[in-house]
């Protein structure tokens, strides 16, 4: 259960949490399409700081595009409610969690354009999604029986709503089997990502992780790459196979919610030592530095809220 805070911004306005209610007849929560952001804010040196708030609140419009949903809030208004939201319920950390959604209207699957569009932004406190142990000490993950969904069925680039049926049959059949996470394959049988969380290995010293077809172009994938680069490491975006994912030295999940988790066991294979690797705890160091705002290089990914 999330622990309520006080306030979520709603259609324009900050409303109580008890009071931020929609219809039975919220199209979205028929059909699934609406679109949604996950980002977090930390702790930093000069109060809560937002991470790379404009790149999450690009993708939120772009998902939105790619859905034909038309955000009835400009940036800078959308932009000003997520500072206000930390503002508002006094939160050092936590997530932050946008919507726009198909707001109660005419039924059906034809959605007009002029379908009324609603948004709303919540926030709460939320620690590590998988686990502080797992941030330490790795998890164990199972490929999943379920493929990834197929850009031509769903599409991967945005954050829709209805694609996380795929995520949740997932996960829940992963955790079922006693693991704490799930890898799905795309459609042709490769590595795709996680429930959440875009995926790493890495192997005589090259990073690898899949490329864009099948994925979510995550965030803190790309906060990776930059990482990555400034060590020294070779990126590589390619396809790999379940296989090629066993015999790797280190293995990581990367997303906001899921941050830097190592993967320490695939489908009861060892990881490497089968604990986190150097390679994978160098990032997760540099990772956190960049969101506490105890980077100077990085201090453009923080918005700080005043
Ligand atoms: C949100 C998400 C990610 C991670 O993206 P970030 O921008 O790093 O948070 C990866 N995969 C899927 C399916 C996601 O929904």
Known sequence: MVAPVSKIWMNGEMVNWDEARVHVLTHTLHYGLGVFEGIRFYRTPKGPGIFRLDDHLRRLYDSSHVCRIKVPYDWDTLYEAHLEIVRANGLADGYIRPVVYLKDGPMGLLVNEDHPVGVFIAAWAWGAYLGEDGLKNGIRAKISSFSRNHVNAIMTKAKINGAYVNSILAKREAIQAGYQETIMLDTDGYISEGSGENL???RNGVIKTT???SILSGITRDCVFTLAAEMGYK????????????????AF????????????????R??????PGPVTKAIQD????????????????????K
């Open 200 to 202: 790493f290995m890495v």
């Open 211 to 213: 490329n864009l077809t």
């Open 235 to 250: 990126v590589v975006e390619d396809r790999f196979t379940r296989d090629e994912l066993y015999i790797a030295d280190e």
């Open 253 to 268: 999940f990367t997303g906001t919610a899921a941050e830097i988790t190592p993967i320490r066991e695939v489908d009861d």
């Open 270 to 275: 060892a990881i490497g030592e089968g604990k």
């Open 286 to 305: 540099a990772y956190f530095k960049a969101v506490h705002g105890e980077d100077e290089k990085h201090m453009g990914w923080v918005t700080v809220v």
